[in-house]
């Protein structure tokens, strides 16, 4: 199993189309222990912070997220979003880099609300709703676009090689 990027143009199309709705039922539950043990190793060795399933060649409406600890949080938090939907916003934008595993190298700022609330399933299907705000927002915002076929170079005005911080990648 691999990244994909841009840098191949048939897993760039794979990345820029919707994946479709996660079918529970033709899964047991091994096979989405597995998938998130995959992901999340995948995520960890690309020290990424969030991956979503089509970044791997999977055509699966999922993604892993992993914010580092930091002084706001006591321990970092691992999550797993099946058929994520972003149901609110808050009209509070920030503009933060970004960088993305399947966009080596590159960086750009991206324009994003603040706060949102989030839904989707967790691994056993149940109905889950997240409000989270700054950096977890964003993250859940770029795998949300990933899912849906958007990449953040879409939503940036600059695109550059060089990061201008140490933030893990998207």
């Known amino acids: 199993m691999k990244i994909f990027t841009v840098n191949n143009k048939k897993e760039e199309k794979f990345?820029?189309?919707k994946t479709p709705v996660f079918d529970f039922s033709k899964f047991s539950p091994k096979e989405i222990r597995d998938l998130?043990?995959?992901?999340?190793?995948m995520m960890k060795i690309g020290d990424g912070v969030g991956l979503s399933a089509n970044q791997i060649g999977l055509n699966l409406r999922v993604f892993v997220a992993q914010i580092p600890y930091s002084e706001k949080t006591e321990a970092s938090k691992f999550y797993v979003i099946?058929?994520?939907?972003?149901?609110?916003?808050s009209k509070e934008k920030i503009e933060m880099e970004e960088g993305c595993l399947s966009i080596p190298g590159v960086f750009g700022l991206v324009n994003r609300p603040e706060k949102i609330t989030l839904i989707g399933k967790d691994k056993n299907?149940?109905?889950?709703?997240?409000?989270?705000?700054?950096?977890?927002?964003?993250?859940?915002?770029?795998?949300?676009?990933?899912?849906?076929?958007i990449l953040f170079?879409?939503?940036?005005?600059?695109?550059?090689?060089?990061?201008?911080t140490n933030e893990k990648q998207l």
Not at 36 to 41: A, D, Q
């Open 15 to 17: 990345l820029r189309k």
């Open 36 to 41: 998130i043990k995959e992901m999340k190793e």
């Open 82 to 89: 099946f058929n994520p939907e972003i149901k609110k916003n």
């Open 125 to 149: 299907n149940r109905e889950i709703k997240i409000k989270a705000h700054s950096f977890l927002a964003r993250v859940f915002q770029h795998e949300t676009d990933h899912l849906n076929g």
């Open 153 to 164: 170079i879409d939503k940036t005005k600059k695109v550059y090689k060089i990061s201008q």
